[in-house]
């Protein structure tokens, strides 16, 4: 079984930026992404779910350890400053490398 | 029937009584939970249904009898940021975008508390022009759109910046959700008018006033929760939350019986240039306002303003449009 | 009407119907499954919609004549887990925390049992005293808290553990989702009263039924999932989830029939004391008892008791409230 | 009426209208999304209530009458599929596989089509019979299983693979939500019969035109956005996407007719042949024959005949029903 | 704290494979696994959450190693050809190996 | 792009002791957490979420390695024994250390 180190790149935060974020993606040519809506609490209050404009998204994306970088760079500079968010990165083995 | 009645005819409504219970759910720290499928449902459902209705009152009444009043409307929501903005800068201290962002929450107006309303006449037994939904129409966005331009230009924005921002704000303004199903499903009422109601109305008028009774159960909880936040936005945001509405829903009053509405009418009227918006204008201030800081307008808003018109508001309100007539 | 007759009458009424056609869609494994939204929505429905009836009827017939059934199916509630619990330590050698969560369910109630019997007395067209919700909501709460007690009394726990847990027991149980909701909506019904009823009636009252058979049908795929649980719980249960019901069922009816209440209310008081929690208590037991085995106290009162005191009980303890009365 | 007439009937109704209203969100990117579990509720609720209304009424007429016309529903199911496959692979050059999902798809039917016709015939003061949601029952699964077999076949599978598949496919088809909700709620209709009917009328049939109305609504919605992929699919399907269901339509107004059905229930069996599965056929063929490309199925089904078949199909079969009539 | 190292398994794609996926991992052995609804989109298109029926599950399964790879080998043969699907594992730290 | 090593804690339990994972987690001091409702099977049976009661809930907090710890032997000592739950950690990489 032959897999293929990528790098996955969580992002949560508040559900205002769910368009942006799928733009986001799109522009640094992301072949995917997976999304679902949660709840969670930090640094900017708690985010209950019963509002969906209040609520929070989780948006996963697989992608090259390059990109990832990209990504983190551009939700640090456009992201961070208007919603309440946070990312992170982690290690994954993928199959068929060709698809991220 | 004097102011006294007029409230306790209010506060005794199961609509009222469920939006209490609600605010107790969250203060007693009960699990009641509304699942957000729910609440998005109520919404599309209350807005659709009200959207509708008014729209078969329109192709009803002609457009003839609608355009003035619905064009006060609107110019009263354009103009409320205008004198709201200045006031809380200078005398609430408060920053540009804070003061601008909270200027076009309380130009733009609360669906939920017109509903209310409309229900609390229907309870007091006061007809009004049932097609007033089209001022709710015409009155959420605009006060958007100025709030978003006054924090822009106060802050010497360059021109193409303020434009994107500007361009988001309508988006969000004419597309959200709650804009366009009221919009869409006005134009649907227009359309198929009266003929069309027969079908529906089992489903969009009969049950209406107990599924709002439920969501403002469920609006309670959400407001409840927030209550806590009252301590972060000070004295003068309690003030303002409670003063503004009164001084606008008199005006909005005044300018009703102006334009020719009924009481019940003048007193909708009111009722939506009393409101603060807390669903469309935070979801536009944030993406247009980032610097804005949200638990300002949504305390003021969802935990002040709204709970008040809900309890007090509106039947003062009513009392206002009913002396004013005579 | 004789017992056939009665039971014919709830076998082949839509309600139990769609149960059954729920049971079959979880036997026969079809992916029927409901969202969990619609199942809260239907319960918070539910829940509120009899809560109000209930409080409405209460205002009209006057505390006067509601608390003395109350109190009675209060003390009902208080003291069957008094004798089931040794029943079920000595009879069927079951654990201290075993037996104790087991009688806490069978002291306590289920809502939608009930609501499927005023609903059963509307089709046989019997009446019965609609304030019958009162009994409801305060039966739903003493015996899972005495449940807890004879757990860690039985335990011989120290006395501050078990402050707590019966505390958490009781934080459950009086501000858990369903007793909240139910008492809430009760003093709504109470406050606003017949005046209120008259605005949501078309929500909250006529499509009631309806409403009831399509979350029966949702409710027939839950107990129809834990069919297979039953090899678990051994032959003890088994019986004892049908005896239990019976006998607790009579001595409602006759209770009932003391403390002066018609044919159909005394019919309700035998439901509602043959029927066992599955939501409130198992909530409060996981947390308050966490030694007892969930699957023993759920199999038995969802997957057995439930669905006899659906298709068969109600008929039953109605024949039985009948045959009393002549 | 005449044709015209017929048209503006149906474009000028709310259902049809809300329609539209969602397919514009969709196109002008509003963020109006229904949550899934108001789909899975909303098509809970529509299934259930036509089932059962439908049972009832064969209660009322007995099978006697309803086995014919039923039976002819079921034939025409079946065998659309065998000329749909040699049209579809000749003319369309399409694979095995894509033609014989295509073929299940259109000998399928699509519920939703079938509930908004009969809310078109109340319109417009057409009665029918009201047992026709049994062809519905009926012709659901036969022509997936048929859909099935020709891909299988055309492919020449072993036929063990062959049987697993087919074994497959019938579970889909016979167990699915939808079917299973149709034929169970049709079972509980039977049973209940008008006695059953009486409790739970202003549930299942007193709204059920608004609820479809905000169905239809979401389904705008869900239509619009698949829009964008018609370039994906070629000329050739888009032609076949009207064509079919025409051609279906006037082959299901005959047969009705010879089946001695009023002209109600002619442009019923007419538009359930017209229209075409997008959601028990899709998941059945996903399962059995995955080399079969979705884009094209679904956008055919979904983007091209079903709002074809709600906007003007269904007018223009039932003018082609009472044309045949004279 | 003592922790043992095991496999996460994820696997992300059409709610249709729900059930096959559960009978995948009866079949493997695995003690459990974990399941919610997601939307996404990938190389197969946009699968947004609006009906059941064309949204995606996400499913993630703790495994040992061994049984991570035979998780792959079935979902590279059976279900990558059928069913527009991701997979990819991660390393984590448990408590209580033997529930794995 | 400077990251910073932290622990990802995810905890899959019954919806009911949500409440106590919330208070646990502000005891130990956690800056934030998500929470979404999940499905799944394990040791304690299949956990359905059809009934919210009896359905779970997938915690994720992002911590320092020893508060990952400390809350893993809170885990262990107050919870595992009462309810339906696991719990793992996982290496990731976040921006904005401060935060966490
Ligand atoms: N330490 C944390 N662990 C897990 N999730 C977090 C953490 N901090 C923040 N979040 C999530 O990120 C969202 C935004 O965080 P914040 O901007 O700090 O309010 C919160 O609502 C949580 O859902
Ligand atoms: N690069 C990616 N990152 C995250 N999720 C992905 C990615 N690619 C695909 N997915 C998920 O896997 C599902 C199926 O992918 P696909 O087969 O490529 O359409 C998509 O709907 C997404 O939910
Ligand atoms: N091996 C596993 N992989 C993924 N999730 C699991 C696993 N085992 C248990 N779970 C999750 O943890 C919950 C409780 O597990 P248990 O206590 O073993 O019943 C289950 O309902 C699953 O959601
Ligand atoms: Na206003
Ligand atoms: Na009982
Ligand atoms: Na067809």
């Known amino acids: 079984m032959q897999t293929h180190p990528m790098k996955q790149v969580t992002i949560i935060g508040e559900a205002l930026a769910r368009e942006h974020l799928k733009k986001l993606l ?3 040519g992301a072949h995917g992404y997976t999304l679902f809506e949660v709840e969670g609490a930090g640094a900017q209050g708690e985010r209950s779910g019963d509002i969906q404009e209040f609520g ?6 697989i992608v090259q350890p390059g990109m990832a970088t990209e990504i983190l760079e551009r939700l640090q500079r456009d992201f961070f400053p208007r ?5 992170f990165t ?3 083995e993928v199959l068929r490398r060709e698809k991220f | 029937m004097d102011l006294f009645d007029a409230l306790r005819a209010n506060l005794l409504s199961p609509v009222v009584l469920f939006f209490v219970m609600g605010i107790l759910a969250a203060v007693l720290k009960s699990d009641l939970k509304f699942p957000e499928a729910l609440y998005v449902t109520l919404t599309i459902y209350l807005l659709t249904a009200i959207g509708f209705k008014g729209g078969v009152a329109v192709s009803e009444a002609g457009l003839g009898q609608v355009w003035l009043p619905s064009l006060a409307a609107m110019l009263l929501g354009t103009v409320i940021p205008l004198w709201t903005y200045p006031v809380l800068r200078v005398l ?4 540009v975008p804070n003061a601008a962002a909270l200027a076009g929450h309380y130009g733009s107006v609360s669906a939920v508390t017109f509903i209310a309303a409309t229900n609390y006449l229907k309870g007091v037994g006061q007809p009004y022009e049932s097609y007033a939904a089209a001022f709710l129409a015409v009155m959420e966005s605009p006060a958007i759109i100025v709030g978003v331009l006054l924090g822009k230009l106060g802050a010497g924005d360059r021109s193409d910046a303020l434009g994107s921002s500007v361009r988001t704000a309508l988006h969000e303004a004419l597309l959200g959700r709650s804009v366009f199903l009221l919009v869409g499903a006005l134009a649907v009422g227009v359309l198929s008018g009266q003929r069309g109601m027969a079908g529906v109305e089992a489903f969009f008028v009969t049950p209406f006033q107990g599924v ?5 159960l469920e609006m309670g909880t959400v407001a409840g929760r927030r209550l806590g936040d009252l301590r972060k936005v000070g004295p003068f945001l309690l003030a303002f939350g409670i003063l503004a509405p009164l001084v606008h829903g008199f005006l909005g009053v005044a300018l009703g019986h102006a334009a020719g509405l009924s009481p019940g009418g003048a007193t909708l009227l009111g009722v939506l240039s009393a409101s603060a918006s807390y669903i469309a204008a935070p979801a536009a201030m944030r993406l247009s306002l980032p610097d804005a800081n949200p638990t300002l307008y949504l305390t003021s808003s969802l935990a002040i303003t709204f709970p008040f018109n809900i309890t007090v508001g509106i039947p003062i309100y009513y009392a206002a449009a009913r002396w004013w007539q005579v």
């Open chain 1, 83 to 87: 919603f309440a968010m946070i990312a």
């Open chain 1, 56 to 61: 929070n998204v989780q948006v996963e994306v």
């Open chain 2, 92 to 95: 609430g201290r408060l920053s």
């Open chain 2, 212 to 216: 709002l009774a439920l969501f403002l």
């Open chain 1, 26 to 28: 799109r522009e640094v």
């Open chain 1, 90 to 92: 982690s290690d994954i």
